[in-house]
């Protein structure tokens, strides 16, 4: 998919603030049994459509909105992903701007996920 330029350096601006983690970086805290949460960003219709193993879902349109009700504790260990690490870099942002002190978001996203031959529901 093509990006805007905006979007794209909306992005940038946002990469700046945050950390991203690989996917094998993700998977290597799933095989140690790390206690964080994978969270899925997308479109709810996305996450219907597929998404990986052990996430939780939590759209970018309810995310700030809903995350102190489910994850109340500003250290709990965040990991986002989307389709492509935008969306998950934005909502990774947000939640850092919200007092979140472990959030990341996981390069490449979701497509990214599958491409390493991680586990999809």
Not at 5 to 17: H, M, T, Y
Not at 34 to 44: A, G, K, S, T, Y
Not at 79 to 104: H, P
Request: charged residues 30%; hydrophobic residues 40%; proline residues 3%.
């Amino acid at each position: 998919m093509k990006h805007s330029p905006r979007f794209l350096q909306l992005v940038e601006d946002a990469k700046k603030r945050i950390a991203e983690v690989s996917v094998a970086e993700v998977r290597e805290k799933l095989g140690r049994n790390e206690p964080f949460v994978l969270v899925d960003v997308r479109e709810e219709s996305e996450w219907a459509a597929a998404h990986a193993r052990g996430a939780v879902y939590l759209g970018r349109g309810i995310l700030e909105r809903d995350v102190e009700a489910k994850y109340p504790d500003p250290a709990t260990d965040l990991v986002l992903y989307c389709g492509g690490g935008f969306r998950s870099a934005l909502a990774a942002d947000n939640l850092r701007a919200m007092g979140y002190t472990r959030v990341t978001s996981m390069a490449g996203g979701f497509k990214a996920w599958k491409d390493s031959g991680a586990e999809v529901d």
